[in-house]
């Protein structure tokens, strides 16, 4: 049972443009979203959260949108830069827990 | 920012041996710590979550007389993957997450990439 879903197993963006993932999850007790970056053979690294009270978070070039009855959230990078190439978990975070359920993951690539 | 370290980064091994993975978080106390597993191409797949002083809690599936954590102290938890074989060959990651900061950003070690002969 997939309970966060990233259906987009890749995507591939211009320089410059702007870089939405995005990620579904069914499971109604994550109050807490969480995107991580990825670089081959390394750990994840924290890039933005989200709590469930909120529909928008925002830091830097990285956006988080979250669509509460939709159980949708996305990320916008703006503008993206060739550094961003990685490839992008979201996560869910139940209230009161501190399991992380993570998603299939996307790869990005930016290109010049 | 806080750490956490991963070692080995990589380790190759032979089939039938057993191969003892460290997660140091270095400059944080972390009263529970979390492995992953990640085969090719797909998600995170959280293999057990390794409680300081006490047993560790695994996810359904997960063999925990193949997967030993020990969680020692407060810095340190270990995995222990015992009498390996080829299809354990992974990509294996530990977490952890500061005492009392139970939304914060769980912060990840850089891997270790574990292939079995």
């Known amino acids: 049972d997939q309970q966060v879903k990233q259906n987009s197993p890749s995507l591939s963006v211009q320089e410059g443009r702007i870089s939405i993932l995005n990620c579904d999850y069914t499971n109604s007790m994550f109050d807490y979203f969480l995107w991580y970056k990825k670089y081959p053979a390394e750990g994840p690294t924290f890039l933005i959260s989200i709590s469930s009270i909120k529909d928008k978070n925002e830091d830097g070039r990285f956006t988080v949108f979250l669509n509460k009855s939709a159980k949708h959230l996305s990320l916008h990078i703006v503008p993206s830069q060739p550094g961003d190439s990685a490839v992008y978990f979201c996560?869910?975070?139940?209230?009161?827990?501190?399991?992380?359920?993570f998603g299939t993951g996307t790869q990005l690539k930016v290109e010049l | 920012g806080a750490v956490v370290s991963q070692h080995p980064s990589w380790v190759i091994c032979k089939s039938g041996t057993s191969v003892k993975i460290e997660c140091r978080s270095l400059d944080f106390q972390a009263t529970t710590m979390f492995w992953y597993r990640q085969f090719p191409k797909q998600s995170l797949m959280l293999m057990a979550t390794?409680?300081?002083?006490?047993?560790?809690?695994?996810e359904q599936g997960v063999e925990k007389d193949k997967f030993l954590i020990n969680h020692a102290s407060l810095t340190l938890s270990t995995l222990t993957v015992t009498s390996a074989h080829p299809e354990d060959s992974s990509f294996y990651i530990c977490?952890?997450?500061?005492?009392?900061?139970?939304?914060?950003?769980?912060?990840f070690g850089n891997g270790t990439r574990l292939t079995v002969t």
């Open positions: 996560a869910g975070f139940p209230g009161g827990g501190n399991k992380l359920t």
């Open positions: 977490s952890a997450s500061k005492v009392g900061q139970g939304d914060s950003p769980l912060h």
């Open positions: 390794s409680n300081e002083g006490s047993k560790a809690t695994y």
